[in-house]
């Protein structure tokens, strides 16, 4: 497996744990965070994982973008600056798109980059007493990058609070507005993150996948517009080996075969066995 110099990257069966780490500095994100984050996800789309759980080390998720390096992309030449900041986005972008579902744990804090990191997650589990926030305006910045990752979560409406006061909020409002899927207690975080892996693994994988592409094929489309495609879509999927299988376990009362190799299930898994 690569080796990384500011992430701790491990396989754990169909898991794939990406940890941030660099909790001197809250794991706030610089160039080499961003290009090594790309790097992860990126080889993620094809590697033997099933499902990929970001977290980071020491005291917080991520403290968002290290202020030290934006600085020193601010006194590049316009050209590089720009630049610098498109491989930020990509980097957003790449953790959105991966082909695997990305399940993030938040404790501590998640400001700016760090509320974005969540936002680009499929899943958020965070503690109930972790601090989000769109903080940038306290810096006289605005959160540009991560805006379409958070405005899909949380909606234009909100944003124009939370993005304009910069104020902060906690695990229970982050769930309330959309942005967190389950907000628990410090001590059932871990917990709750093995329960969400344990669905996502319950569930035909090449299916998980085509779910991700579904939600960005049908997401703009009028309610008349998504009949086609969403037809076709179905039409193609229940004839997939895949959903062969899966249609026959649950006939035949057995355990589909993606399960039958014993991997943690959720509640949602065929009928059983
Ligand atoms: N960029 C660069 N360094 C950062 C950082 C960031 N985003 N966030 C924290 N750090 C550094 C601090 O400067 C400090 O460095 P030092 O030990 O050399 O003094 C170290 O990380 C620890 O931070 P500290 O503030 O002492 O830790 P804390 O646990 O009391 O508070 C935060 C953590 C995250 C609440 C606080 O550091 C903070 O508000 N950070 C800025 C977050 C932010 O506004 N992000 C938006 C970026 S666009």
């Known amino acids: 497996m690569t080796s990384y110099q500011t992430l701790e990257v491990a396989q754990d069966g169909p898991l794939l744990h990406v940890r941030l780490n660099r909790p001197d500095v809250r794991n706030a994100f610089n160039g080499t965070v961003v290009d090594e984050l790309h790097a992860a ?7 033997g994982s099933r499902v990929v759980v970001l977290s980071g080390n020491g005291k917080s998720f991520s403290a968002g973008a290290d202020l030290a390096w934006m600085q020193e992309q601010a006194a590049l030449p316009p050209e590089q600056n720009q630049q610098g900041a498109e491989r930020m986005a990509r980097m957003f972008l790449a953790i959105a798109r991966c082909r695997k579902p990305v399940v993030v744990r938040v404790h501590g804090h998640a400001l700016g980059g760090g509320t974005g990191l969540t936002a680009a997650a499929d899943v958020a589990i965070a503690t109930q007493s972790c601090q989000f926030g769109l903080t940038e305006v306290k810096l006289g910045i605005v959160p540009a990058v991560i805006s379409p990752f958070v ?3 949380i909606g234009a409406g909100r944003a124009r609070t939370l993005f304009l006061t910069g104020e902060r909020f906690d695990g229970v409002e982050a769930q309330r507005f959309g942005l967190v899927h389950r907000a628990v207690p410090e001590t059932e975080l871990d917990a709750a993150v093995q329960h969400v892996t344990g669905e996502l693994l319950s569930a035909g994988p090449a299916a998980v996948a085509s779910s991700k592409e579904l939600i960005r094929a049908v997401a703009h489309l009028t309610l ?4 086609p495609v969403t037809s076709k879509w179905i039409a193609a999927l229940r004839s997939t080996p895949e959903a062969r299988e899966g249609f ?6 057995r355990k589909p075969s993606w399960l039958a190799g014993g991997s943690s299930g959720g509640s949602s898994g065929g009928s059983g066995g």
């Open 248 to 253: 026959a376990a649950f006939l035949e009362k």
């Open 151 to 153: 405005l899909q979560k």
């Open 41 to 47: 996800f990126t080889a993620a789309d094809t590697d």
């Open 224 to 227: 008349e517009d998504a009949i």
